[in-house]
């Protein structure tokens, strides 16, 4: 059972948009802690995709943004491209558990 | 730019201890105000942080794995290493070492290494 929630699939058809969700509480995203955001590709490094919330590092398309808002936060990915189908995993700090904590991952699949 | 790169054994005995290195190359592990982490994932599951080492020396671990895990940094190689005792089949798992700035991120990973506890 993971501390930040996340829906276990998504899928889209190219070109599409999906939204991926990740529920925490008040002692991680809803105390103010940052969320960031990473791909998972099989037998590559994980990639981050978002950082604090809503920053994109170099290189990242910006069809990728995040948001953030109460206990909750997002990822959007718009203009879904075939490249796109991968794990995404959001991520936080929690202050109960003194460290940082993982979702359950989002796998997304492009139709 | 700086790269990760894990090593150790690939399989270890159940009760034993799992030891893992990550080499840290293009830059300093010292440089600036980073903190060094081992995550793991297993077969089929999520990620899941095993803990992080400052370049103080101090140390975060993960609760539910903090009686057997140690994190240690040897900054004359560049490295820093993972120790987990007492390991069972449930340890089984790809391993990744990574780098944190001040957010808490882990904004560089190194590309894991799978480490199988089996007798």
């Known amino acids: 059972q993971s501390v930040l929630t996340q829906p276990p699939s998504m899928s889209g058809a190219p070109g599409q948009g999906v939204t991926i969700s990740c529920t925490g509480s008040s002692s991680n995203i809803g105390a103010g802690y940052y969320v960031h955001w990473y791909q998972l590709l099989p037998g590559t490094a994980p990639k981050l995709l978002i950082y604090t919330n809503s920053n994109r590092p170099s290189g990242v398309p910006d069809r990728f943004s995040g948001s953030r808002s109460g206990t909750s936060a997002s990822l959007a990915i718009t203009g879904l491209q075939a490249e796109d189908e991968a794990d995404y995993y959001c991520q936080s700090y929690d202050s109960s558990l003194s460290g940082s904590v993982f979702g359950g991952g989002t796998k997304v699949t492009v139709l | 730019q700086v790269q990760l790169q894990e090593s150790g054994p690939g399989l270890v005995e159940p009760s034993q201890t799992l030891s893992l290195t990550c080499t840290v190359s293009?830059?300093?592990?010292?440089?600036?105000?980073?903190?060094w982490s081992w995550i793991r994932q297993p077969a089929g599951k999520g990620l899941e942080w095993i803990g992080r080492?400052?370049?103080?020396?101090?140390?975060d671990y993960n609760p539910s794995l903090k009686s057997r895990v140690t994190i240690s940094l040897d900054t004359s190689k560049n490295q820093f290493s993972l120790k987990v005792n007492s390991v069972t089949a449930a340890d089984t798992a790809v391993y990744y070492c990574?780098?944190?700035?001040?957010?808490?991120?882990?904004?560089?990973w190194g590309q894991g290494t799978m480490v199988t506890v089996s007798s």
């Open positions: 990574a780098r944190g700035p001040g957010s808490l991120a882990f904004d560089i």
């Open positions: 293009g830059g300093s592990i010292n440089s600036g105000t980073y903190h």
């Open positions: 080492i400052y370049t103080s020396g101090s140390t």
